[in-house]
C-alpha cells in the first residue's frame, strides 16, 4: 500500500471521490430514463404515427419498420422505468446505448441521405412541418450525449438512490459513515 506523507494511504485520499461518482452515475441515469419515458410516452398513444416515423427513415423493408414503430415506445418506456428506479441498472444501461446507438445511425443516415424528416424521437410521422428544415446536427448531439450517460452508467461505480443497491445487487456497500468512510475499522 502506498503512504503519502500526511500518513494516509491512496486509496483513503480517493475514497470521497467515489460517492461523488455514484451520484453522477445517478445523474446520469435520471436524465436518460426521464428521455426515454418522455419519449416512449408521446409516442405510445399514436402507434401509427410511431410506424409512419420508422418508415420515413427508408433504412427497414415495411413490415419490420412496422414492429419497430408499434414496439419502439414500449422498450423506451419500460427501459426508462426501470432506470428510473434502478433495477438491473447496468443491463438495462445498455439496452439505453444500444437503442441511442441505432437513433444515430439513423438519423445519420437520413442526413447523408438528403432526406428531410422529422426524427419523430418525441411523436410525430417524421414529416417536416412547411418551411421547417432538419435538425440533424442537434438530435445527433443530444443522442451522443445521451450515448454517454449509458455508457458512464455501464462503466463506473453504481448510483444512489437505486432498488439495485436496496436488494444487494450491485455487489458493492452503499452504507458510508458520516466520514465518508465504508464503515470497516480502519484501525485494522
Partial sequence: MVQLASGASVSERLQPAKPVLSWVTTAARVVLAG???????????????????????????????????????????????????GLFTRAVAVVGGVLMVAFVIGIASAWARGLRIDCGCFGGDGTLAAGQDPNYFWELMRDLGLLLCAAWIVVRPSGRLSLDSALGFTGERETADADGSDGEDDAA
Fill in 35 to 85: 428521455v426515454l419515458i418522455v419519449a416512449g410516452a408521446l409516442k405510445i398513444g399514436a402507434p401509427a404515427l410511431s410506424v409512419q416515423a420508422v418508415r420515413a427513415y427508408q433504412l427497414l423493408p415495411d413490415s419490420v419498420a412496422q414492429v419497430v414503430g408499434y414496439g419502439l415506445p414500449v422498450l423506451e418506456i419500460i427501459t426508462g422505468l426501470l432506470l428510473l428506479v
